[in-house]
């Protein structure tokens, strides 16, 4: 039922709160900068973090590498996309997909690595506890994702 009071204001006039606000951006155009900016600090943030966890690994398996020098290559290319509506449509997806990609790799890599401590998938509860952590590699695609999702939005004129 409709109050007397927004009969007769126009939707304009009202001002937008929680989910509307993020939508109007995203309609707007004024998304897409931010998303990118996102992205670079995430993975930042991931890339350190998986430093510091491979390392504590001793790097055993080169592929522990991948996912450290990916996240200053997301890192540049969020930055990047953030400035520039070029770069954010053409270095940003690259990257991001490049991400993608090697997030689902870490997932094959660390189920691989549960399934080869003593007891495999059967000592599943200890193994995920004791060994590689299983779904940290996905938290590394959804800053790639973030990254895809920046490219393909709407840049604010």
Not at 65 to 76: D, K, Q, S, T
Not at 89 to 107: D, E, F, R
């Amino acid at each position: 039922m409709l109050t007397s009071h927004t009969q007769f204001t126009s939707p304009a006039a009202e001002p937008l709160h929680g989910i509307d606000r993020m939508i109007r951006n995203i309609e707007a155009g004024r998304f897409e900068r931010s998303l990118s900016a996102l992205t670079a600090a995430g993975a930042v943030v991931t890339s350190a973090e998986i430093f510091f966890e491979h390392d504590s690994a001793s790097f055993g398996n080169k592929n522990m590498w991948l996912p450290v020098i990916a996240g200053p290559v997301g890192a540049a290319a969020g930055i990047a996309g953030y400035c520039s509506q070029r770069m954010a449509k053409t270095a940003l997806p690259i990257a991001s997909t490049l991400i993608v990609a090697n997030g689902l790799q870490g997932l094959y890599l660390h189920g691989r690595g549960i399934r080869r401590k003593p007891g495999g998938w059967k000592n599943f509860r200890y193994n995920m506890e004791m060994g590689p952590p299983l779904f940290a590699p996905l938290l590394v695609t959804m800053v790639g994702g973030m990254g895809l999702l920046a490219s393909i939005l709407r840049r604010e004129q």
